[in-house]
């Protein structure tokens, strides 16, 4: 099973009045989501297809880079993940 090609995408949703982060969304590819993982006790969640093809990753609260490496491991993945999550949205190890 061939994985499909990038759709590299961002989507920040911030707090009207003060520009706080709340949430990122990271899109990978296009697709539908099959399967859902939760990570970081529910700080970040992760959408897979129906062959477990990663999809995107949501944020919903400041968490540690290594729970987003082991969940962005394609070296292409993971350099968009570092480069695009805010870092209001990330914890020291």
Do not use: W
């Not at 609260?61 to 993940?81: E, R, S, T």
Request: glycine content about 6%; charged content about 25%; aromatic content about 8%.
């Amino acid at each position: 099973m061939k994985a499909s090609k990038f759709s590299f995408r961002i989507n920040i949703e911030t707090e009207n009045d003060t520009g706080q982060v709340l949430a990122v969304y990271l899109q990978i590819r296009e697709g539908t989501s099959a399967t859902v993982k939760e990570y970081a006790d529910g700080k970040v969640f992760a959408d897979y297809d129906k062959h477990g093809v990663l999809l995107g990753i949501e944020i919903l609260a400041p968490c540690n880079v290594q729970v987003l490496d082991k969940i962005a491991a394609q070296a292409q993945v993971k350099k968009f993940v570092r480069n695009a999550v805010p870092k209001s949205m990330l914890v020291a190890a």
